[in-house]
């Protein structure tokens, strides 16, 4: 059974920083390539950030580029997402995903696998 657990979110203040983190279990992980979406009620689950299986490729959506790093640990299987100079439009449920294939994706469609998804809030 497939499971992928997310945690490090949290309340912080607009300008802070947070790494969120998602433990794989019950999947080859080195094989597969990580994303981490974002989701607010009413709209559609967004890429934030994408990594291919060796960690050699990344991929960030516009509205982080420059603010956040993803990184995996293949050993742990373990991936992070590491978010600085927060904002109040960074509030959302982020949700860790999986893919059978080693190459990134923006769309949530080509993940085969999801977290329960964790609550990040960025008070203003």
């Known amino acids: 059974q497939v499971r992928l657990v997310e945690s490090g979110g949290g309340l912080v203040q607009a300008g802070g920083s947070l790494r969120l983190s998602c433990a794989a279990s019950?999947?080859?992980?080195?094989?597969?390539?990580m994303g981490w979406f974002r989701q607010v009620p009413g709209k559609e689950r967004d890429i934030v950030a994408g990594?291919?299986?060796?960690?050699?490729?990344?991929y960030y959506a516009d509205s982080v580029k420059g603010r956040s790093t993803i990184s995996r640990e293949n050993v742990k299987n373990t991936v992070y997402l590491q978010m600085n100079s927060l904002r109040p439009e960074d509030t959302a449920v982020y949700y860790c995903?999986?893919?059978?294939?080693?190459?990134?994706?923006?769309?949530?469609?080509?993940?085969?696998?999801w977290g329960q998804g964790t609550q990040v809030t960025v008070s203003s």
């Open positions: 995903a999986a893919k059978y294939r080693p190459g990134i994706s923006a769309a949530p469609g080509e993940y085969n696998y």
């Open positions: 990594i291919s299986w060796s960690g050699d490729s990344t």
């Open positions: 019950g999947l080859t992980f080195s094989s597969s390539a």
